[in-house]
Structures are given as C-alpha cells and as structure tokens.
C-alpha cells in the first residue's frame, strides 16, 4: 500500500522554463516531507525539505510547496537546467519510519 | 562521491540462496540505513540502525536481517532468495538518527536473483 504517491513516472521540459513534480501522500499526520534527486548509478541525494508547518520553502531554483488540506506536495524548480535531468523522489519521514513514491523521471531539453 | 561505500556493486545468484551486502558509512556517521529499491517500486526502507543499535524497522522480510559492528560497518544478509528479491540495495548513513535530510546514500548493491 503506497504511502506515498508519484503519479507521473515522466516529464520533459524545455531549458529554462518551469519544471513542476508532484507527489500525494495518504496520511494527514505525515509532519515531514523531502525531495531527493537520482542521477543514474548513484545513490539519491538529499534535495529539499519541509515539514508540515510550513507551506513553502526555498532553496535556490528549488521550492517545494505543502498542500496539507489536499494531502499534496510539488517540487519547483525554476529555470530548468540540463543538469536537473535525473529522477525525483519525493518522501515523508514520520514516527522513524521513511516512506519514498516511486520516482519520477524529470528530462530538461537543451 | 557521498563517501558512503557498498559492496559488492553488483551480485548475481540463484533463489534459495543466502547474500552478504556491505555497507561502511561516512567517517563519523552513526546511524546507517538501509533501503530496496525493486523494479517498478519506490524506495522501500528496510531497516536502520544506530551506534550498533536498531533503530527502526520498516519492510523488511523475515528473511532478511542486519547488524551493524563496533567499527560501525553494517551487513544486510539476503537467505531464502527469491526472484522477487532482485533488487538495488542502497545503504545510507547520517551522523545521528532522526534527521532525515542529513542521510547520505552510497552508490547502491544490484542484486539478481536468477
């Protein structure tokens, strides 16, 4: 039973415009939320987080929103680059305990 | 480089048999963590531990177990295998537990269970 919930395995973006991933999680007590990246070969690494009492936070050209009513949370990353092709888990880390969405795979157009 | 390390990098076996995969965490790290990552599947965290401790359980089978040494190394060993095992193993390790963001992952184990 997936807990967490990545529902476009796929997305393509033009250089330098907007890239958007979603995830939807399914337990509204989850308090704390990330955004891990995945080049090939390598192991995720750590992108952006937040936790449920807040709605935004900002990293650079990553900013990830909280929609607690909607049980939903995206990943913005602005201006794509080349380099951002990788694919993008999202996660919650409650009670322990980690729970990622199967990944969805982000490639930027040159 | 995460300065997390695995081995071996790739495994390949028949079902019923049992594999030892390794993990040595970042200099200084305490905690490891470890993570199936299957075909069609997200992540699927396993296990944790901590200073030798377990930590947190998550999905993980009864035929699976870990330990983690004195020398903070850590084993995760596979019995039974099953095709449905075939899977990355990805170990990650953080200075201390409960901080997600601060978990490093190495490169992962490609396991396959023939």
């Known amino acids: 039973d997936q807990q967490v919930k990545q529902n476009s395995p796929s997305l393509s973006v033009q250089e330098g415009r907007i890239s958007i991933l979603n995830c939807d999680y399914t337990?509204?007590?989850?308090?704390?939320f990330l955004w891990y990246k995945k080049y090939p070969a390598e192991g995720p690494t750590f992108l952006i987080s937040i936790s449920s009492i807040k709605d935004k936070n900002e990293d650079g050209r990553f900013t990830v929103f909280l929609n607690k009513s909607a049980k939903h949370l995206s990943l913005h990353i602005v201006p794509s680059q080349p380099g951002d092709s990788a694919v993008y888990f999202c996660?919650?880390?409650?009670?322990?305990?980690?729970?990622f969405g199967t990944g969805t795979s982000l490639t930027v157009i040159p | 480089d995460s300065g997390v390390t695995q081995t071996p990098k790739h495994l390949i076996t028949a079902t019923g048999q049992r594999v030892t995969l390794r993990c040595s965490p970042r200099?200084?790290?305490?905690?490891v963590y470890w993570y199936q990552q299957s075909l069609d599947q997200g992540l699927q965290f396993l296990i944790q531990y901590y200073n030798g401790e377990e930590r947190a359980k998550g999905n993980i089978l009864e035929r699976f177990s870990a330990q983690q040494f004195p020398d903070l190394h850590s084993e995760l060993n596979l019995s039974s295998l099953e095709l449905g095992d075939s899977a990355l193993y990805f170990c990650a390790s953080s200075l201390i537990a409960g901080v997600a963001n601060e978990q490093f992952f190495g490169p992962g184990t490609r396991l396959t269970v023939l």
């Open positions: 200099s200084g790290d305490l905690s």
């Open positions: 337990n509204s007590m989850f308090d704390y």
């Open positions: 996660a919650v880390y409650t009670g322990n305990q980690f729970y």
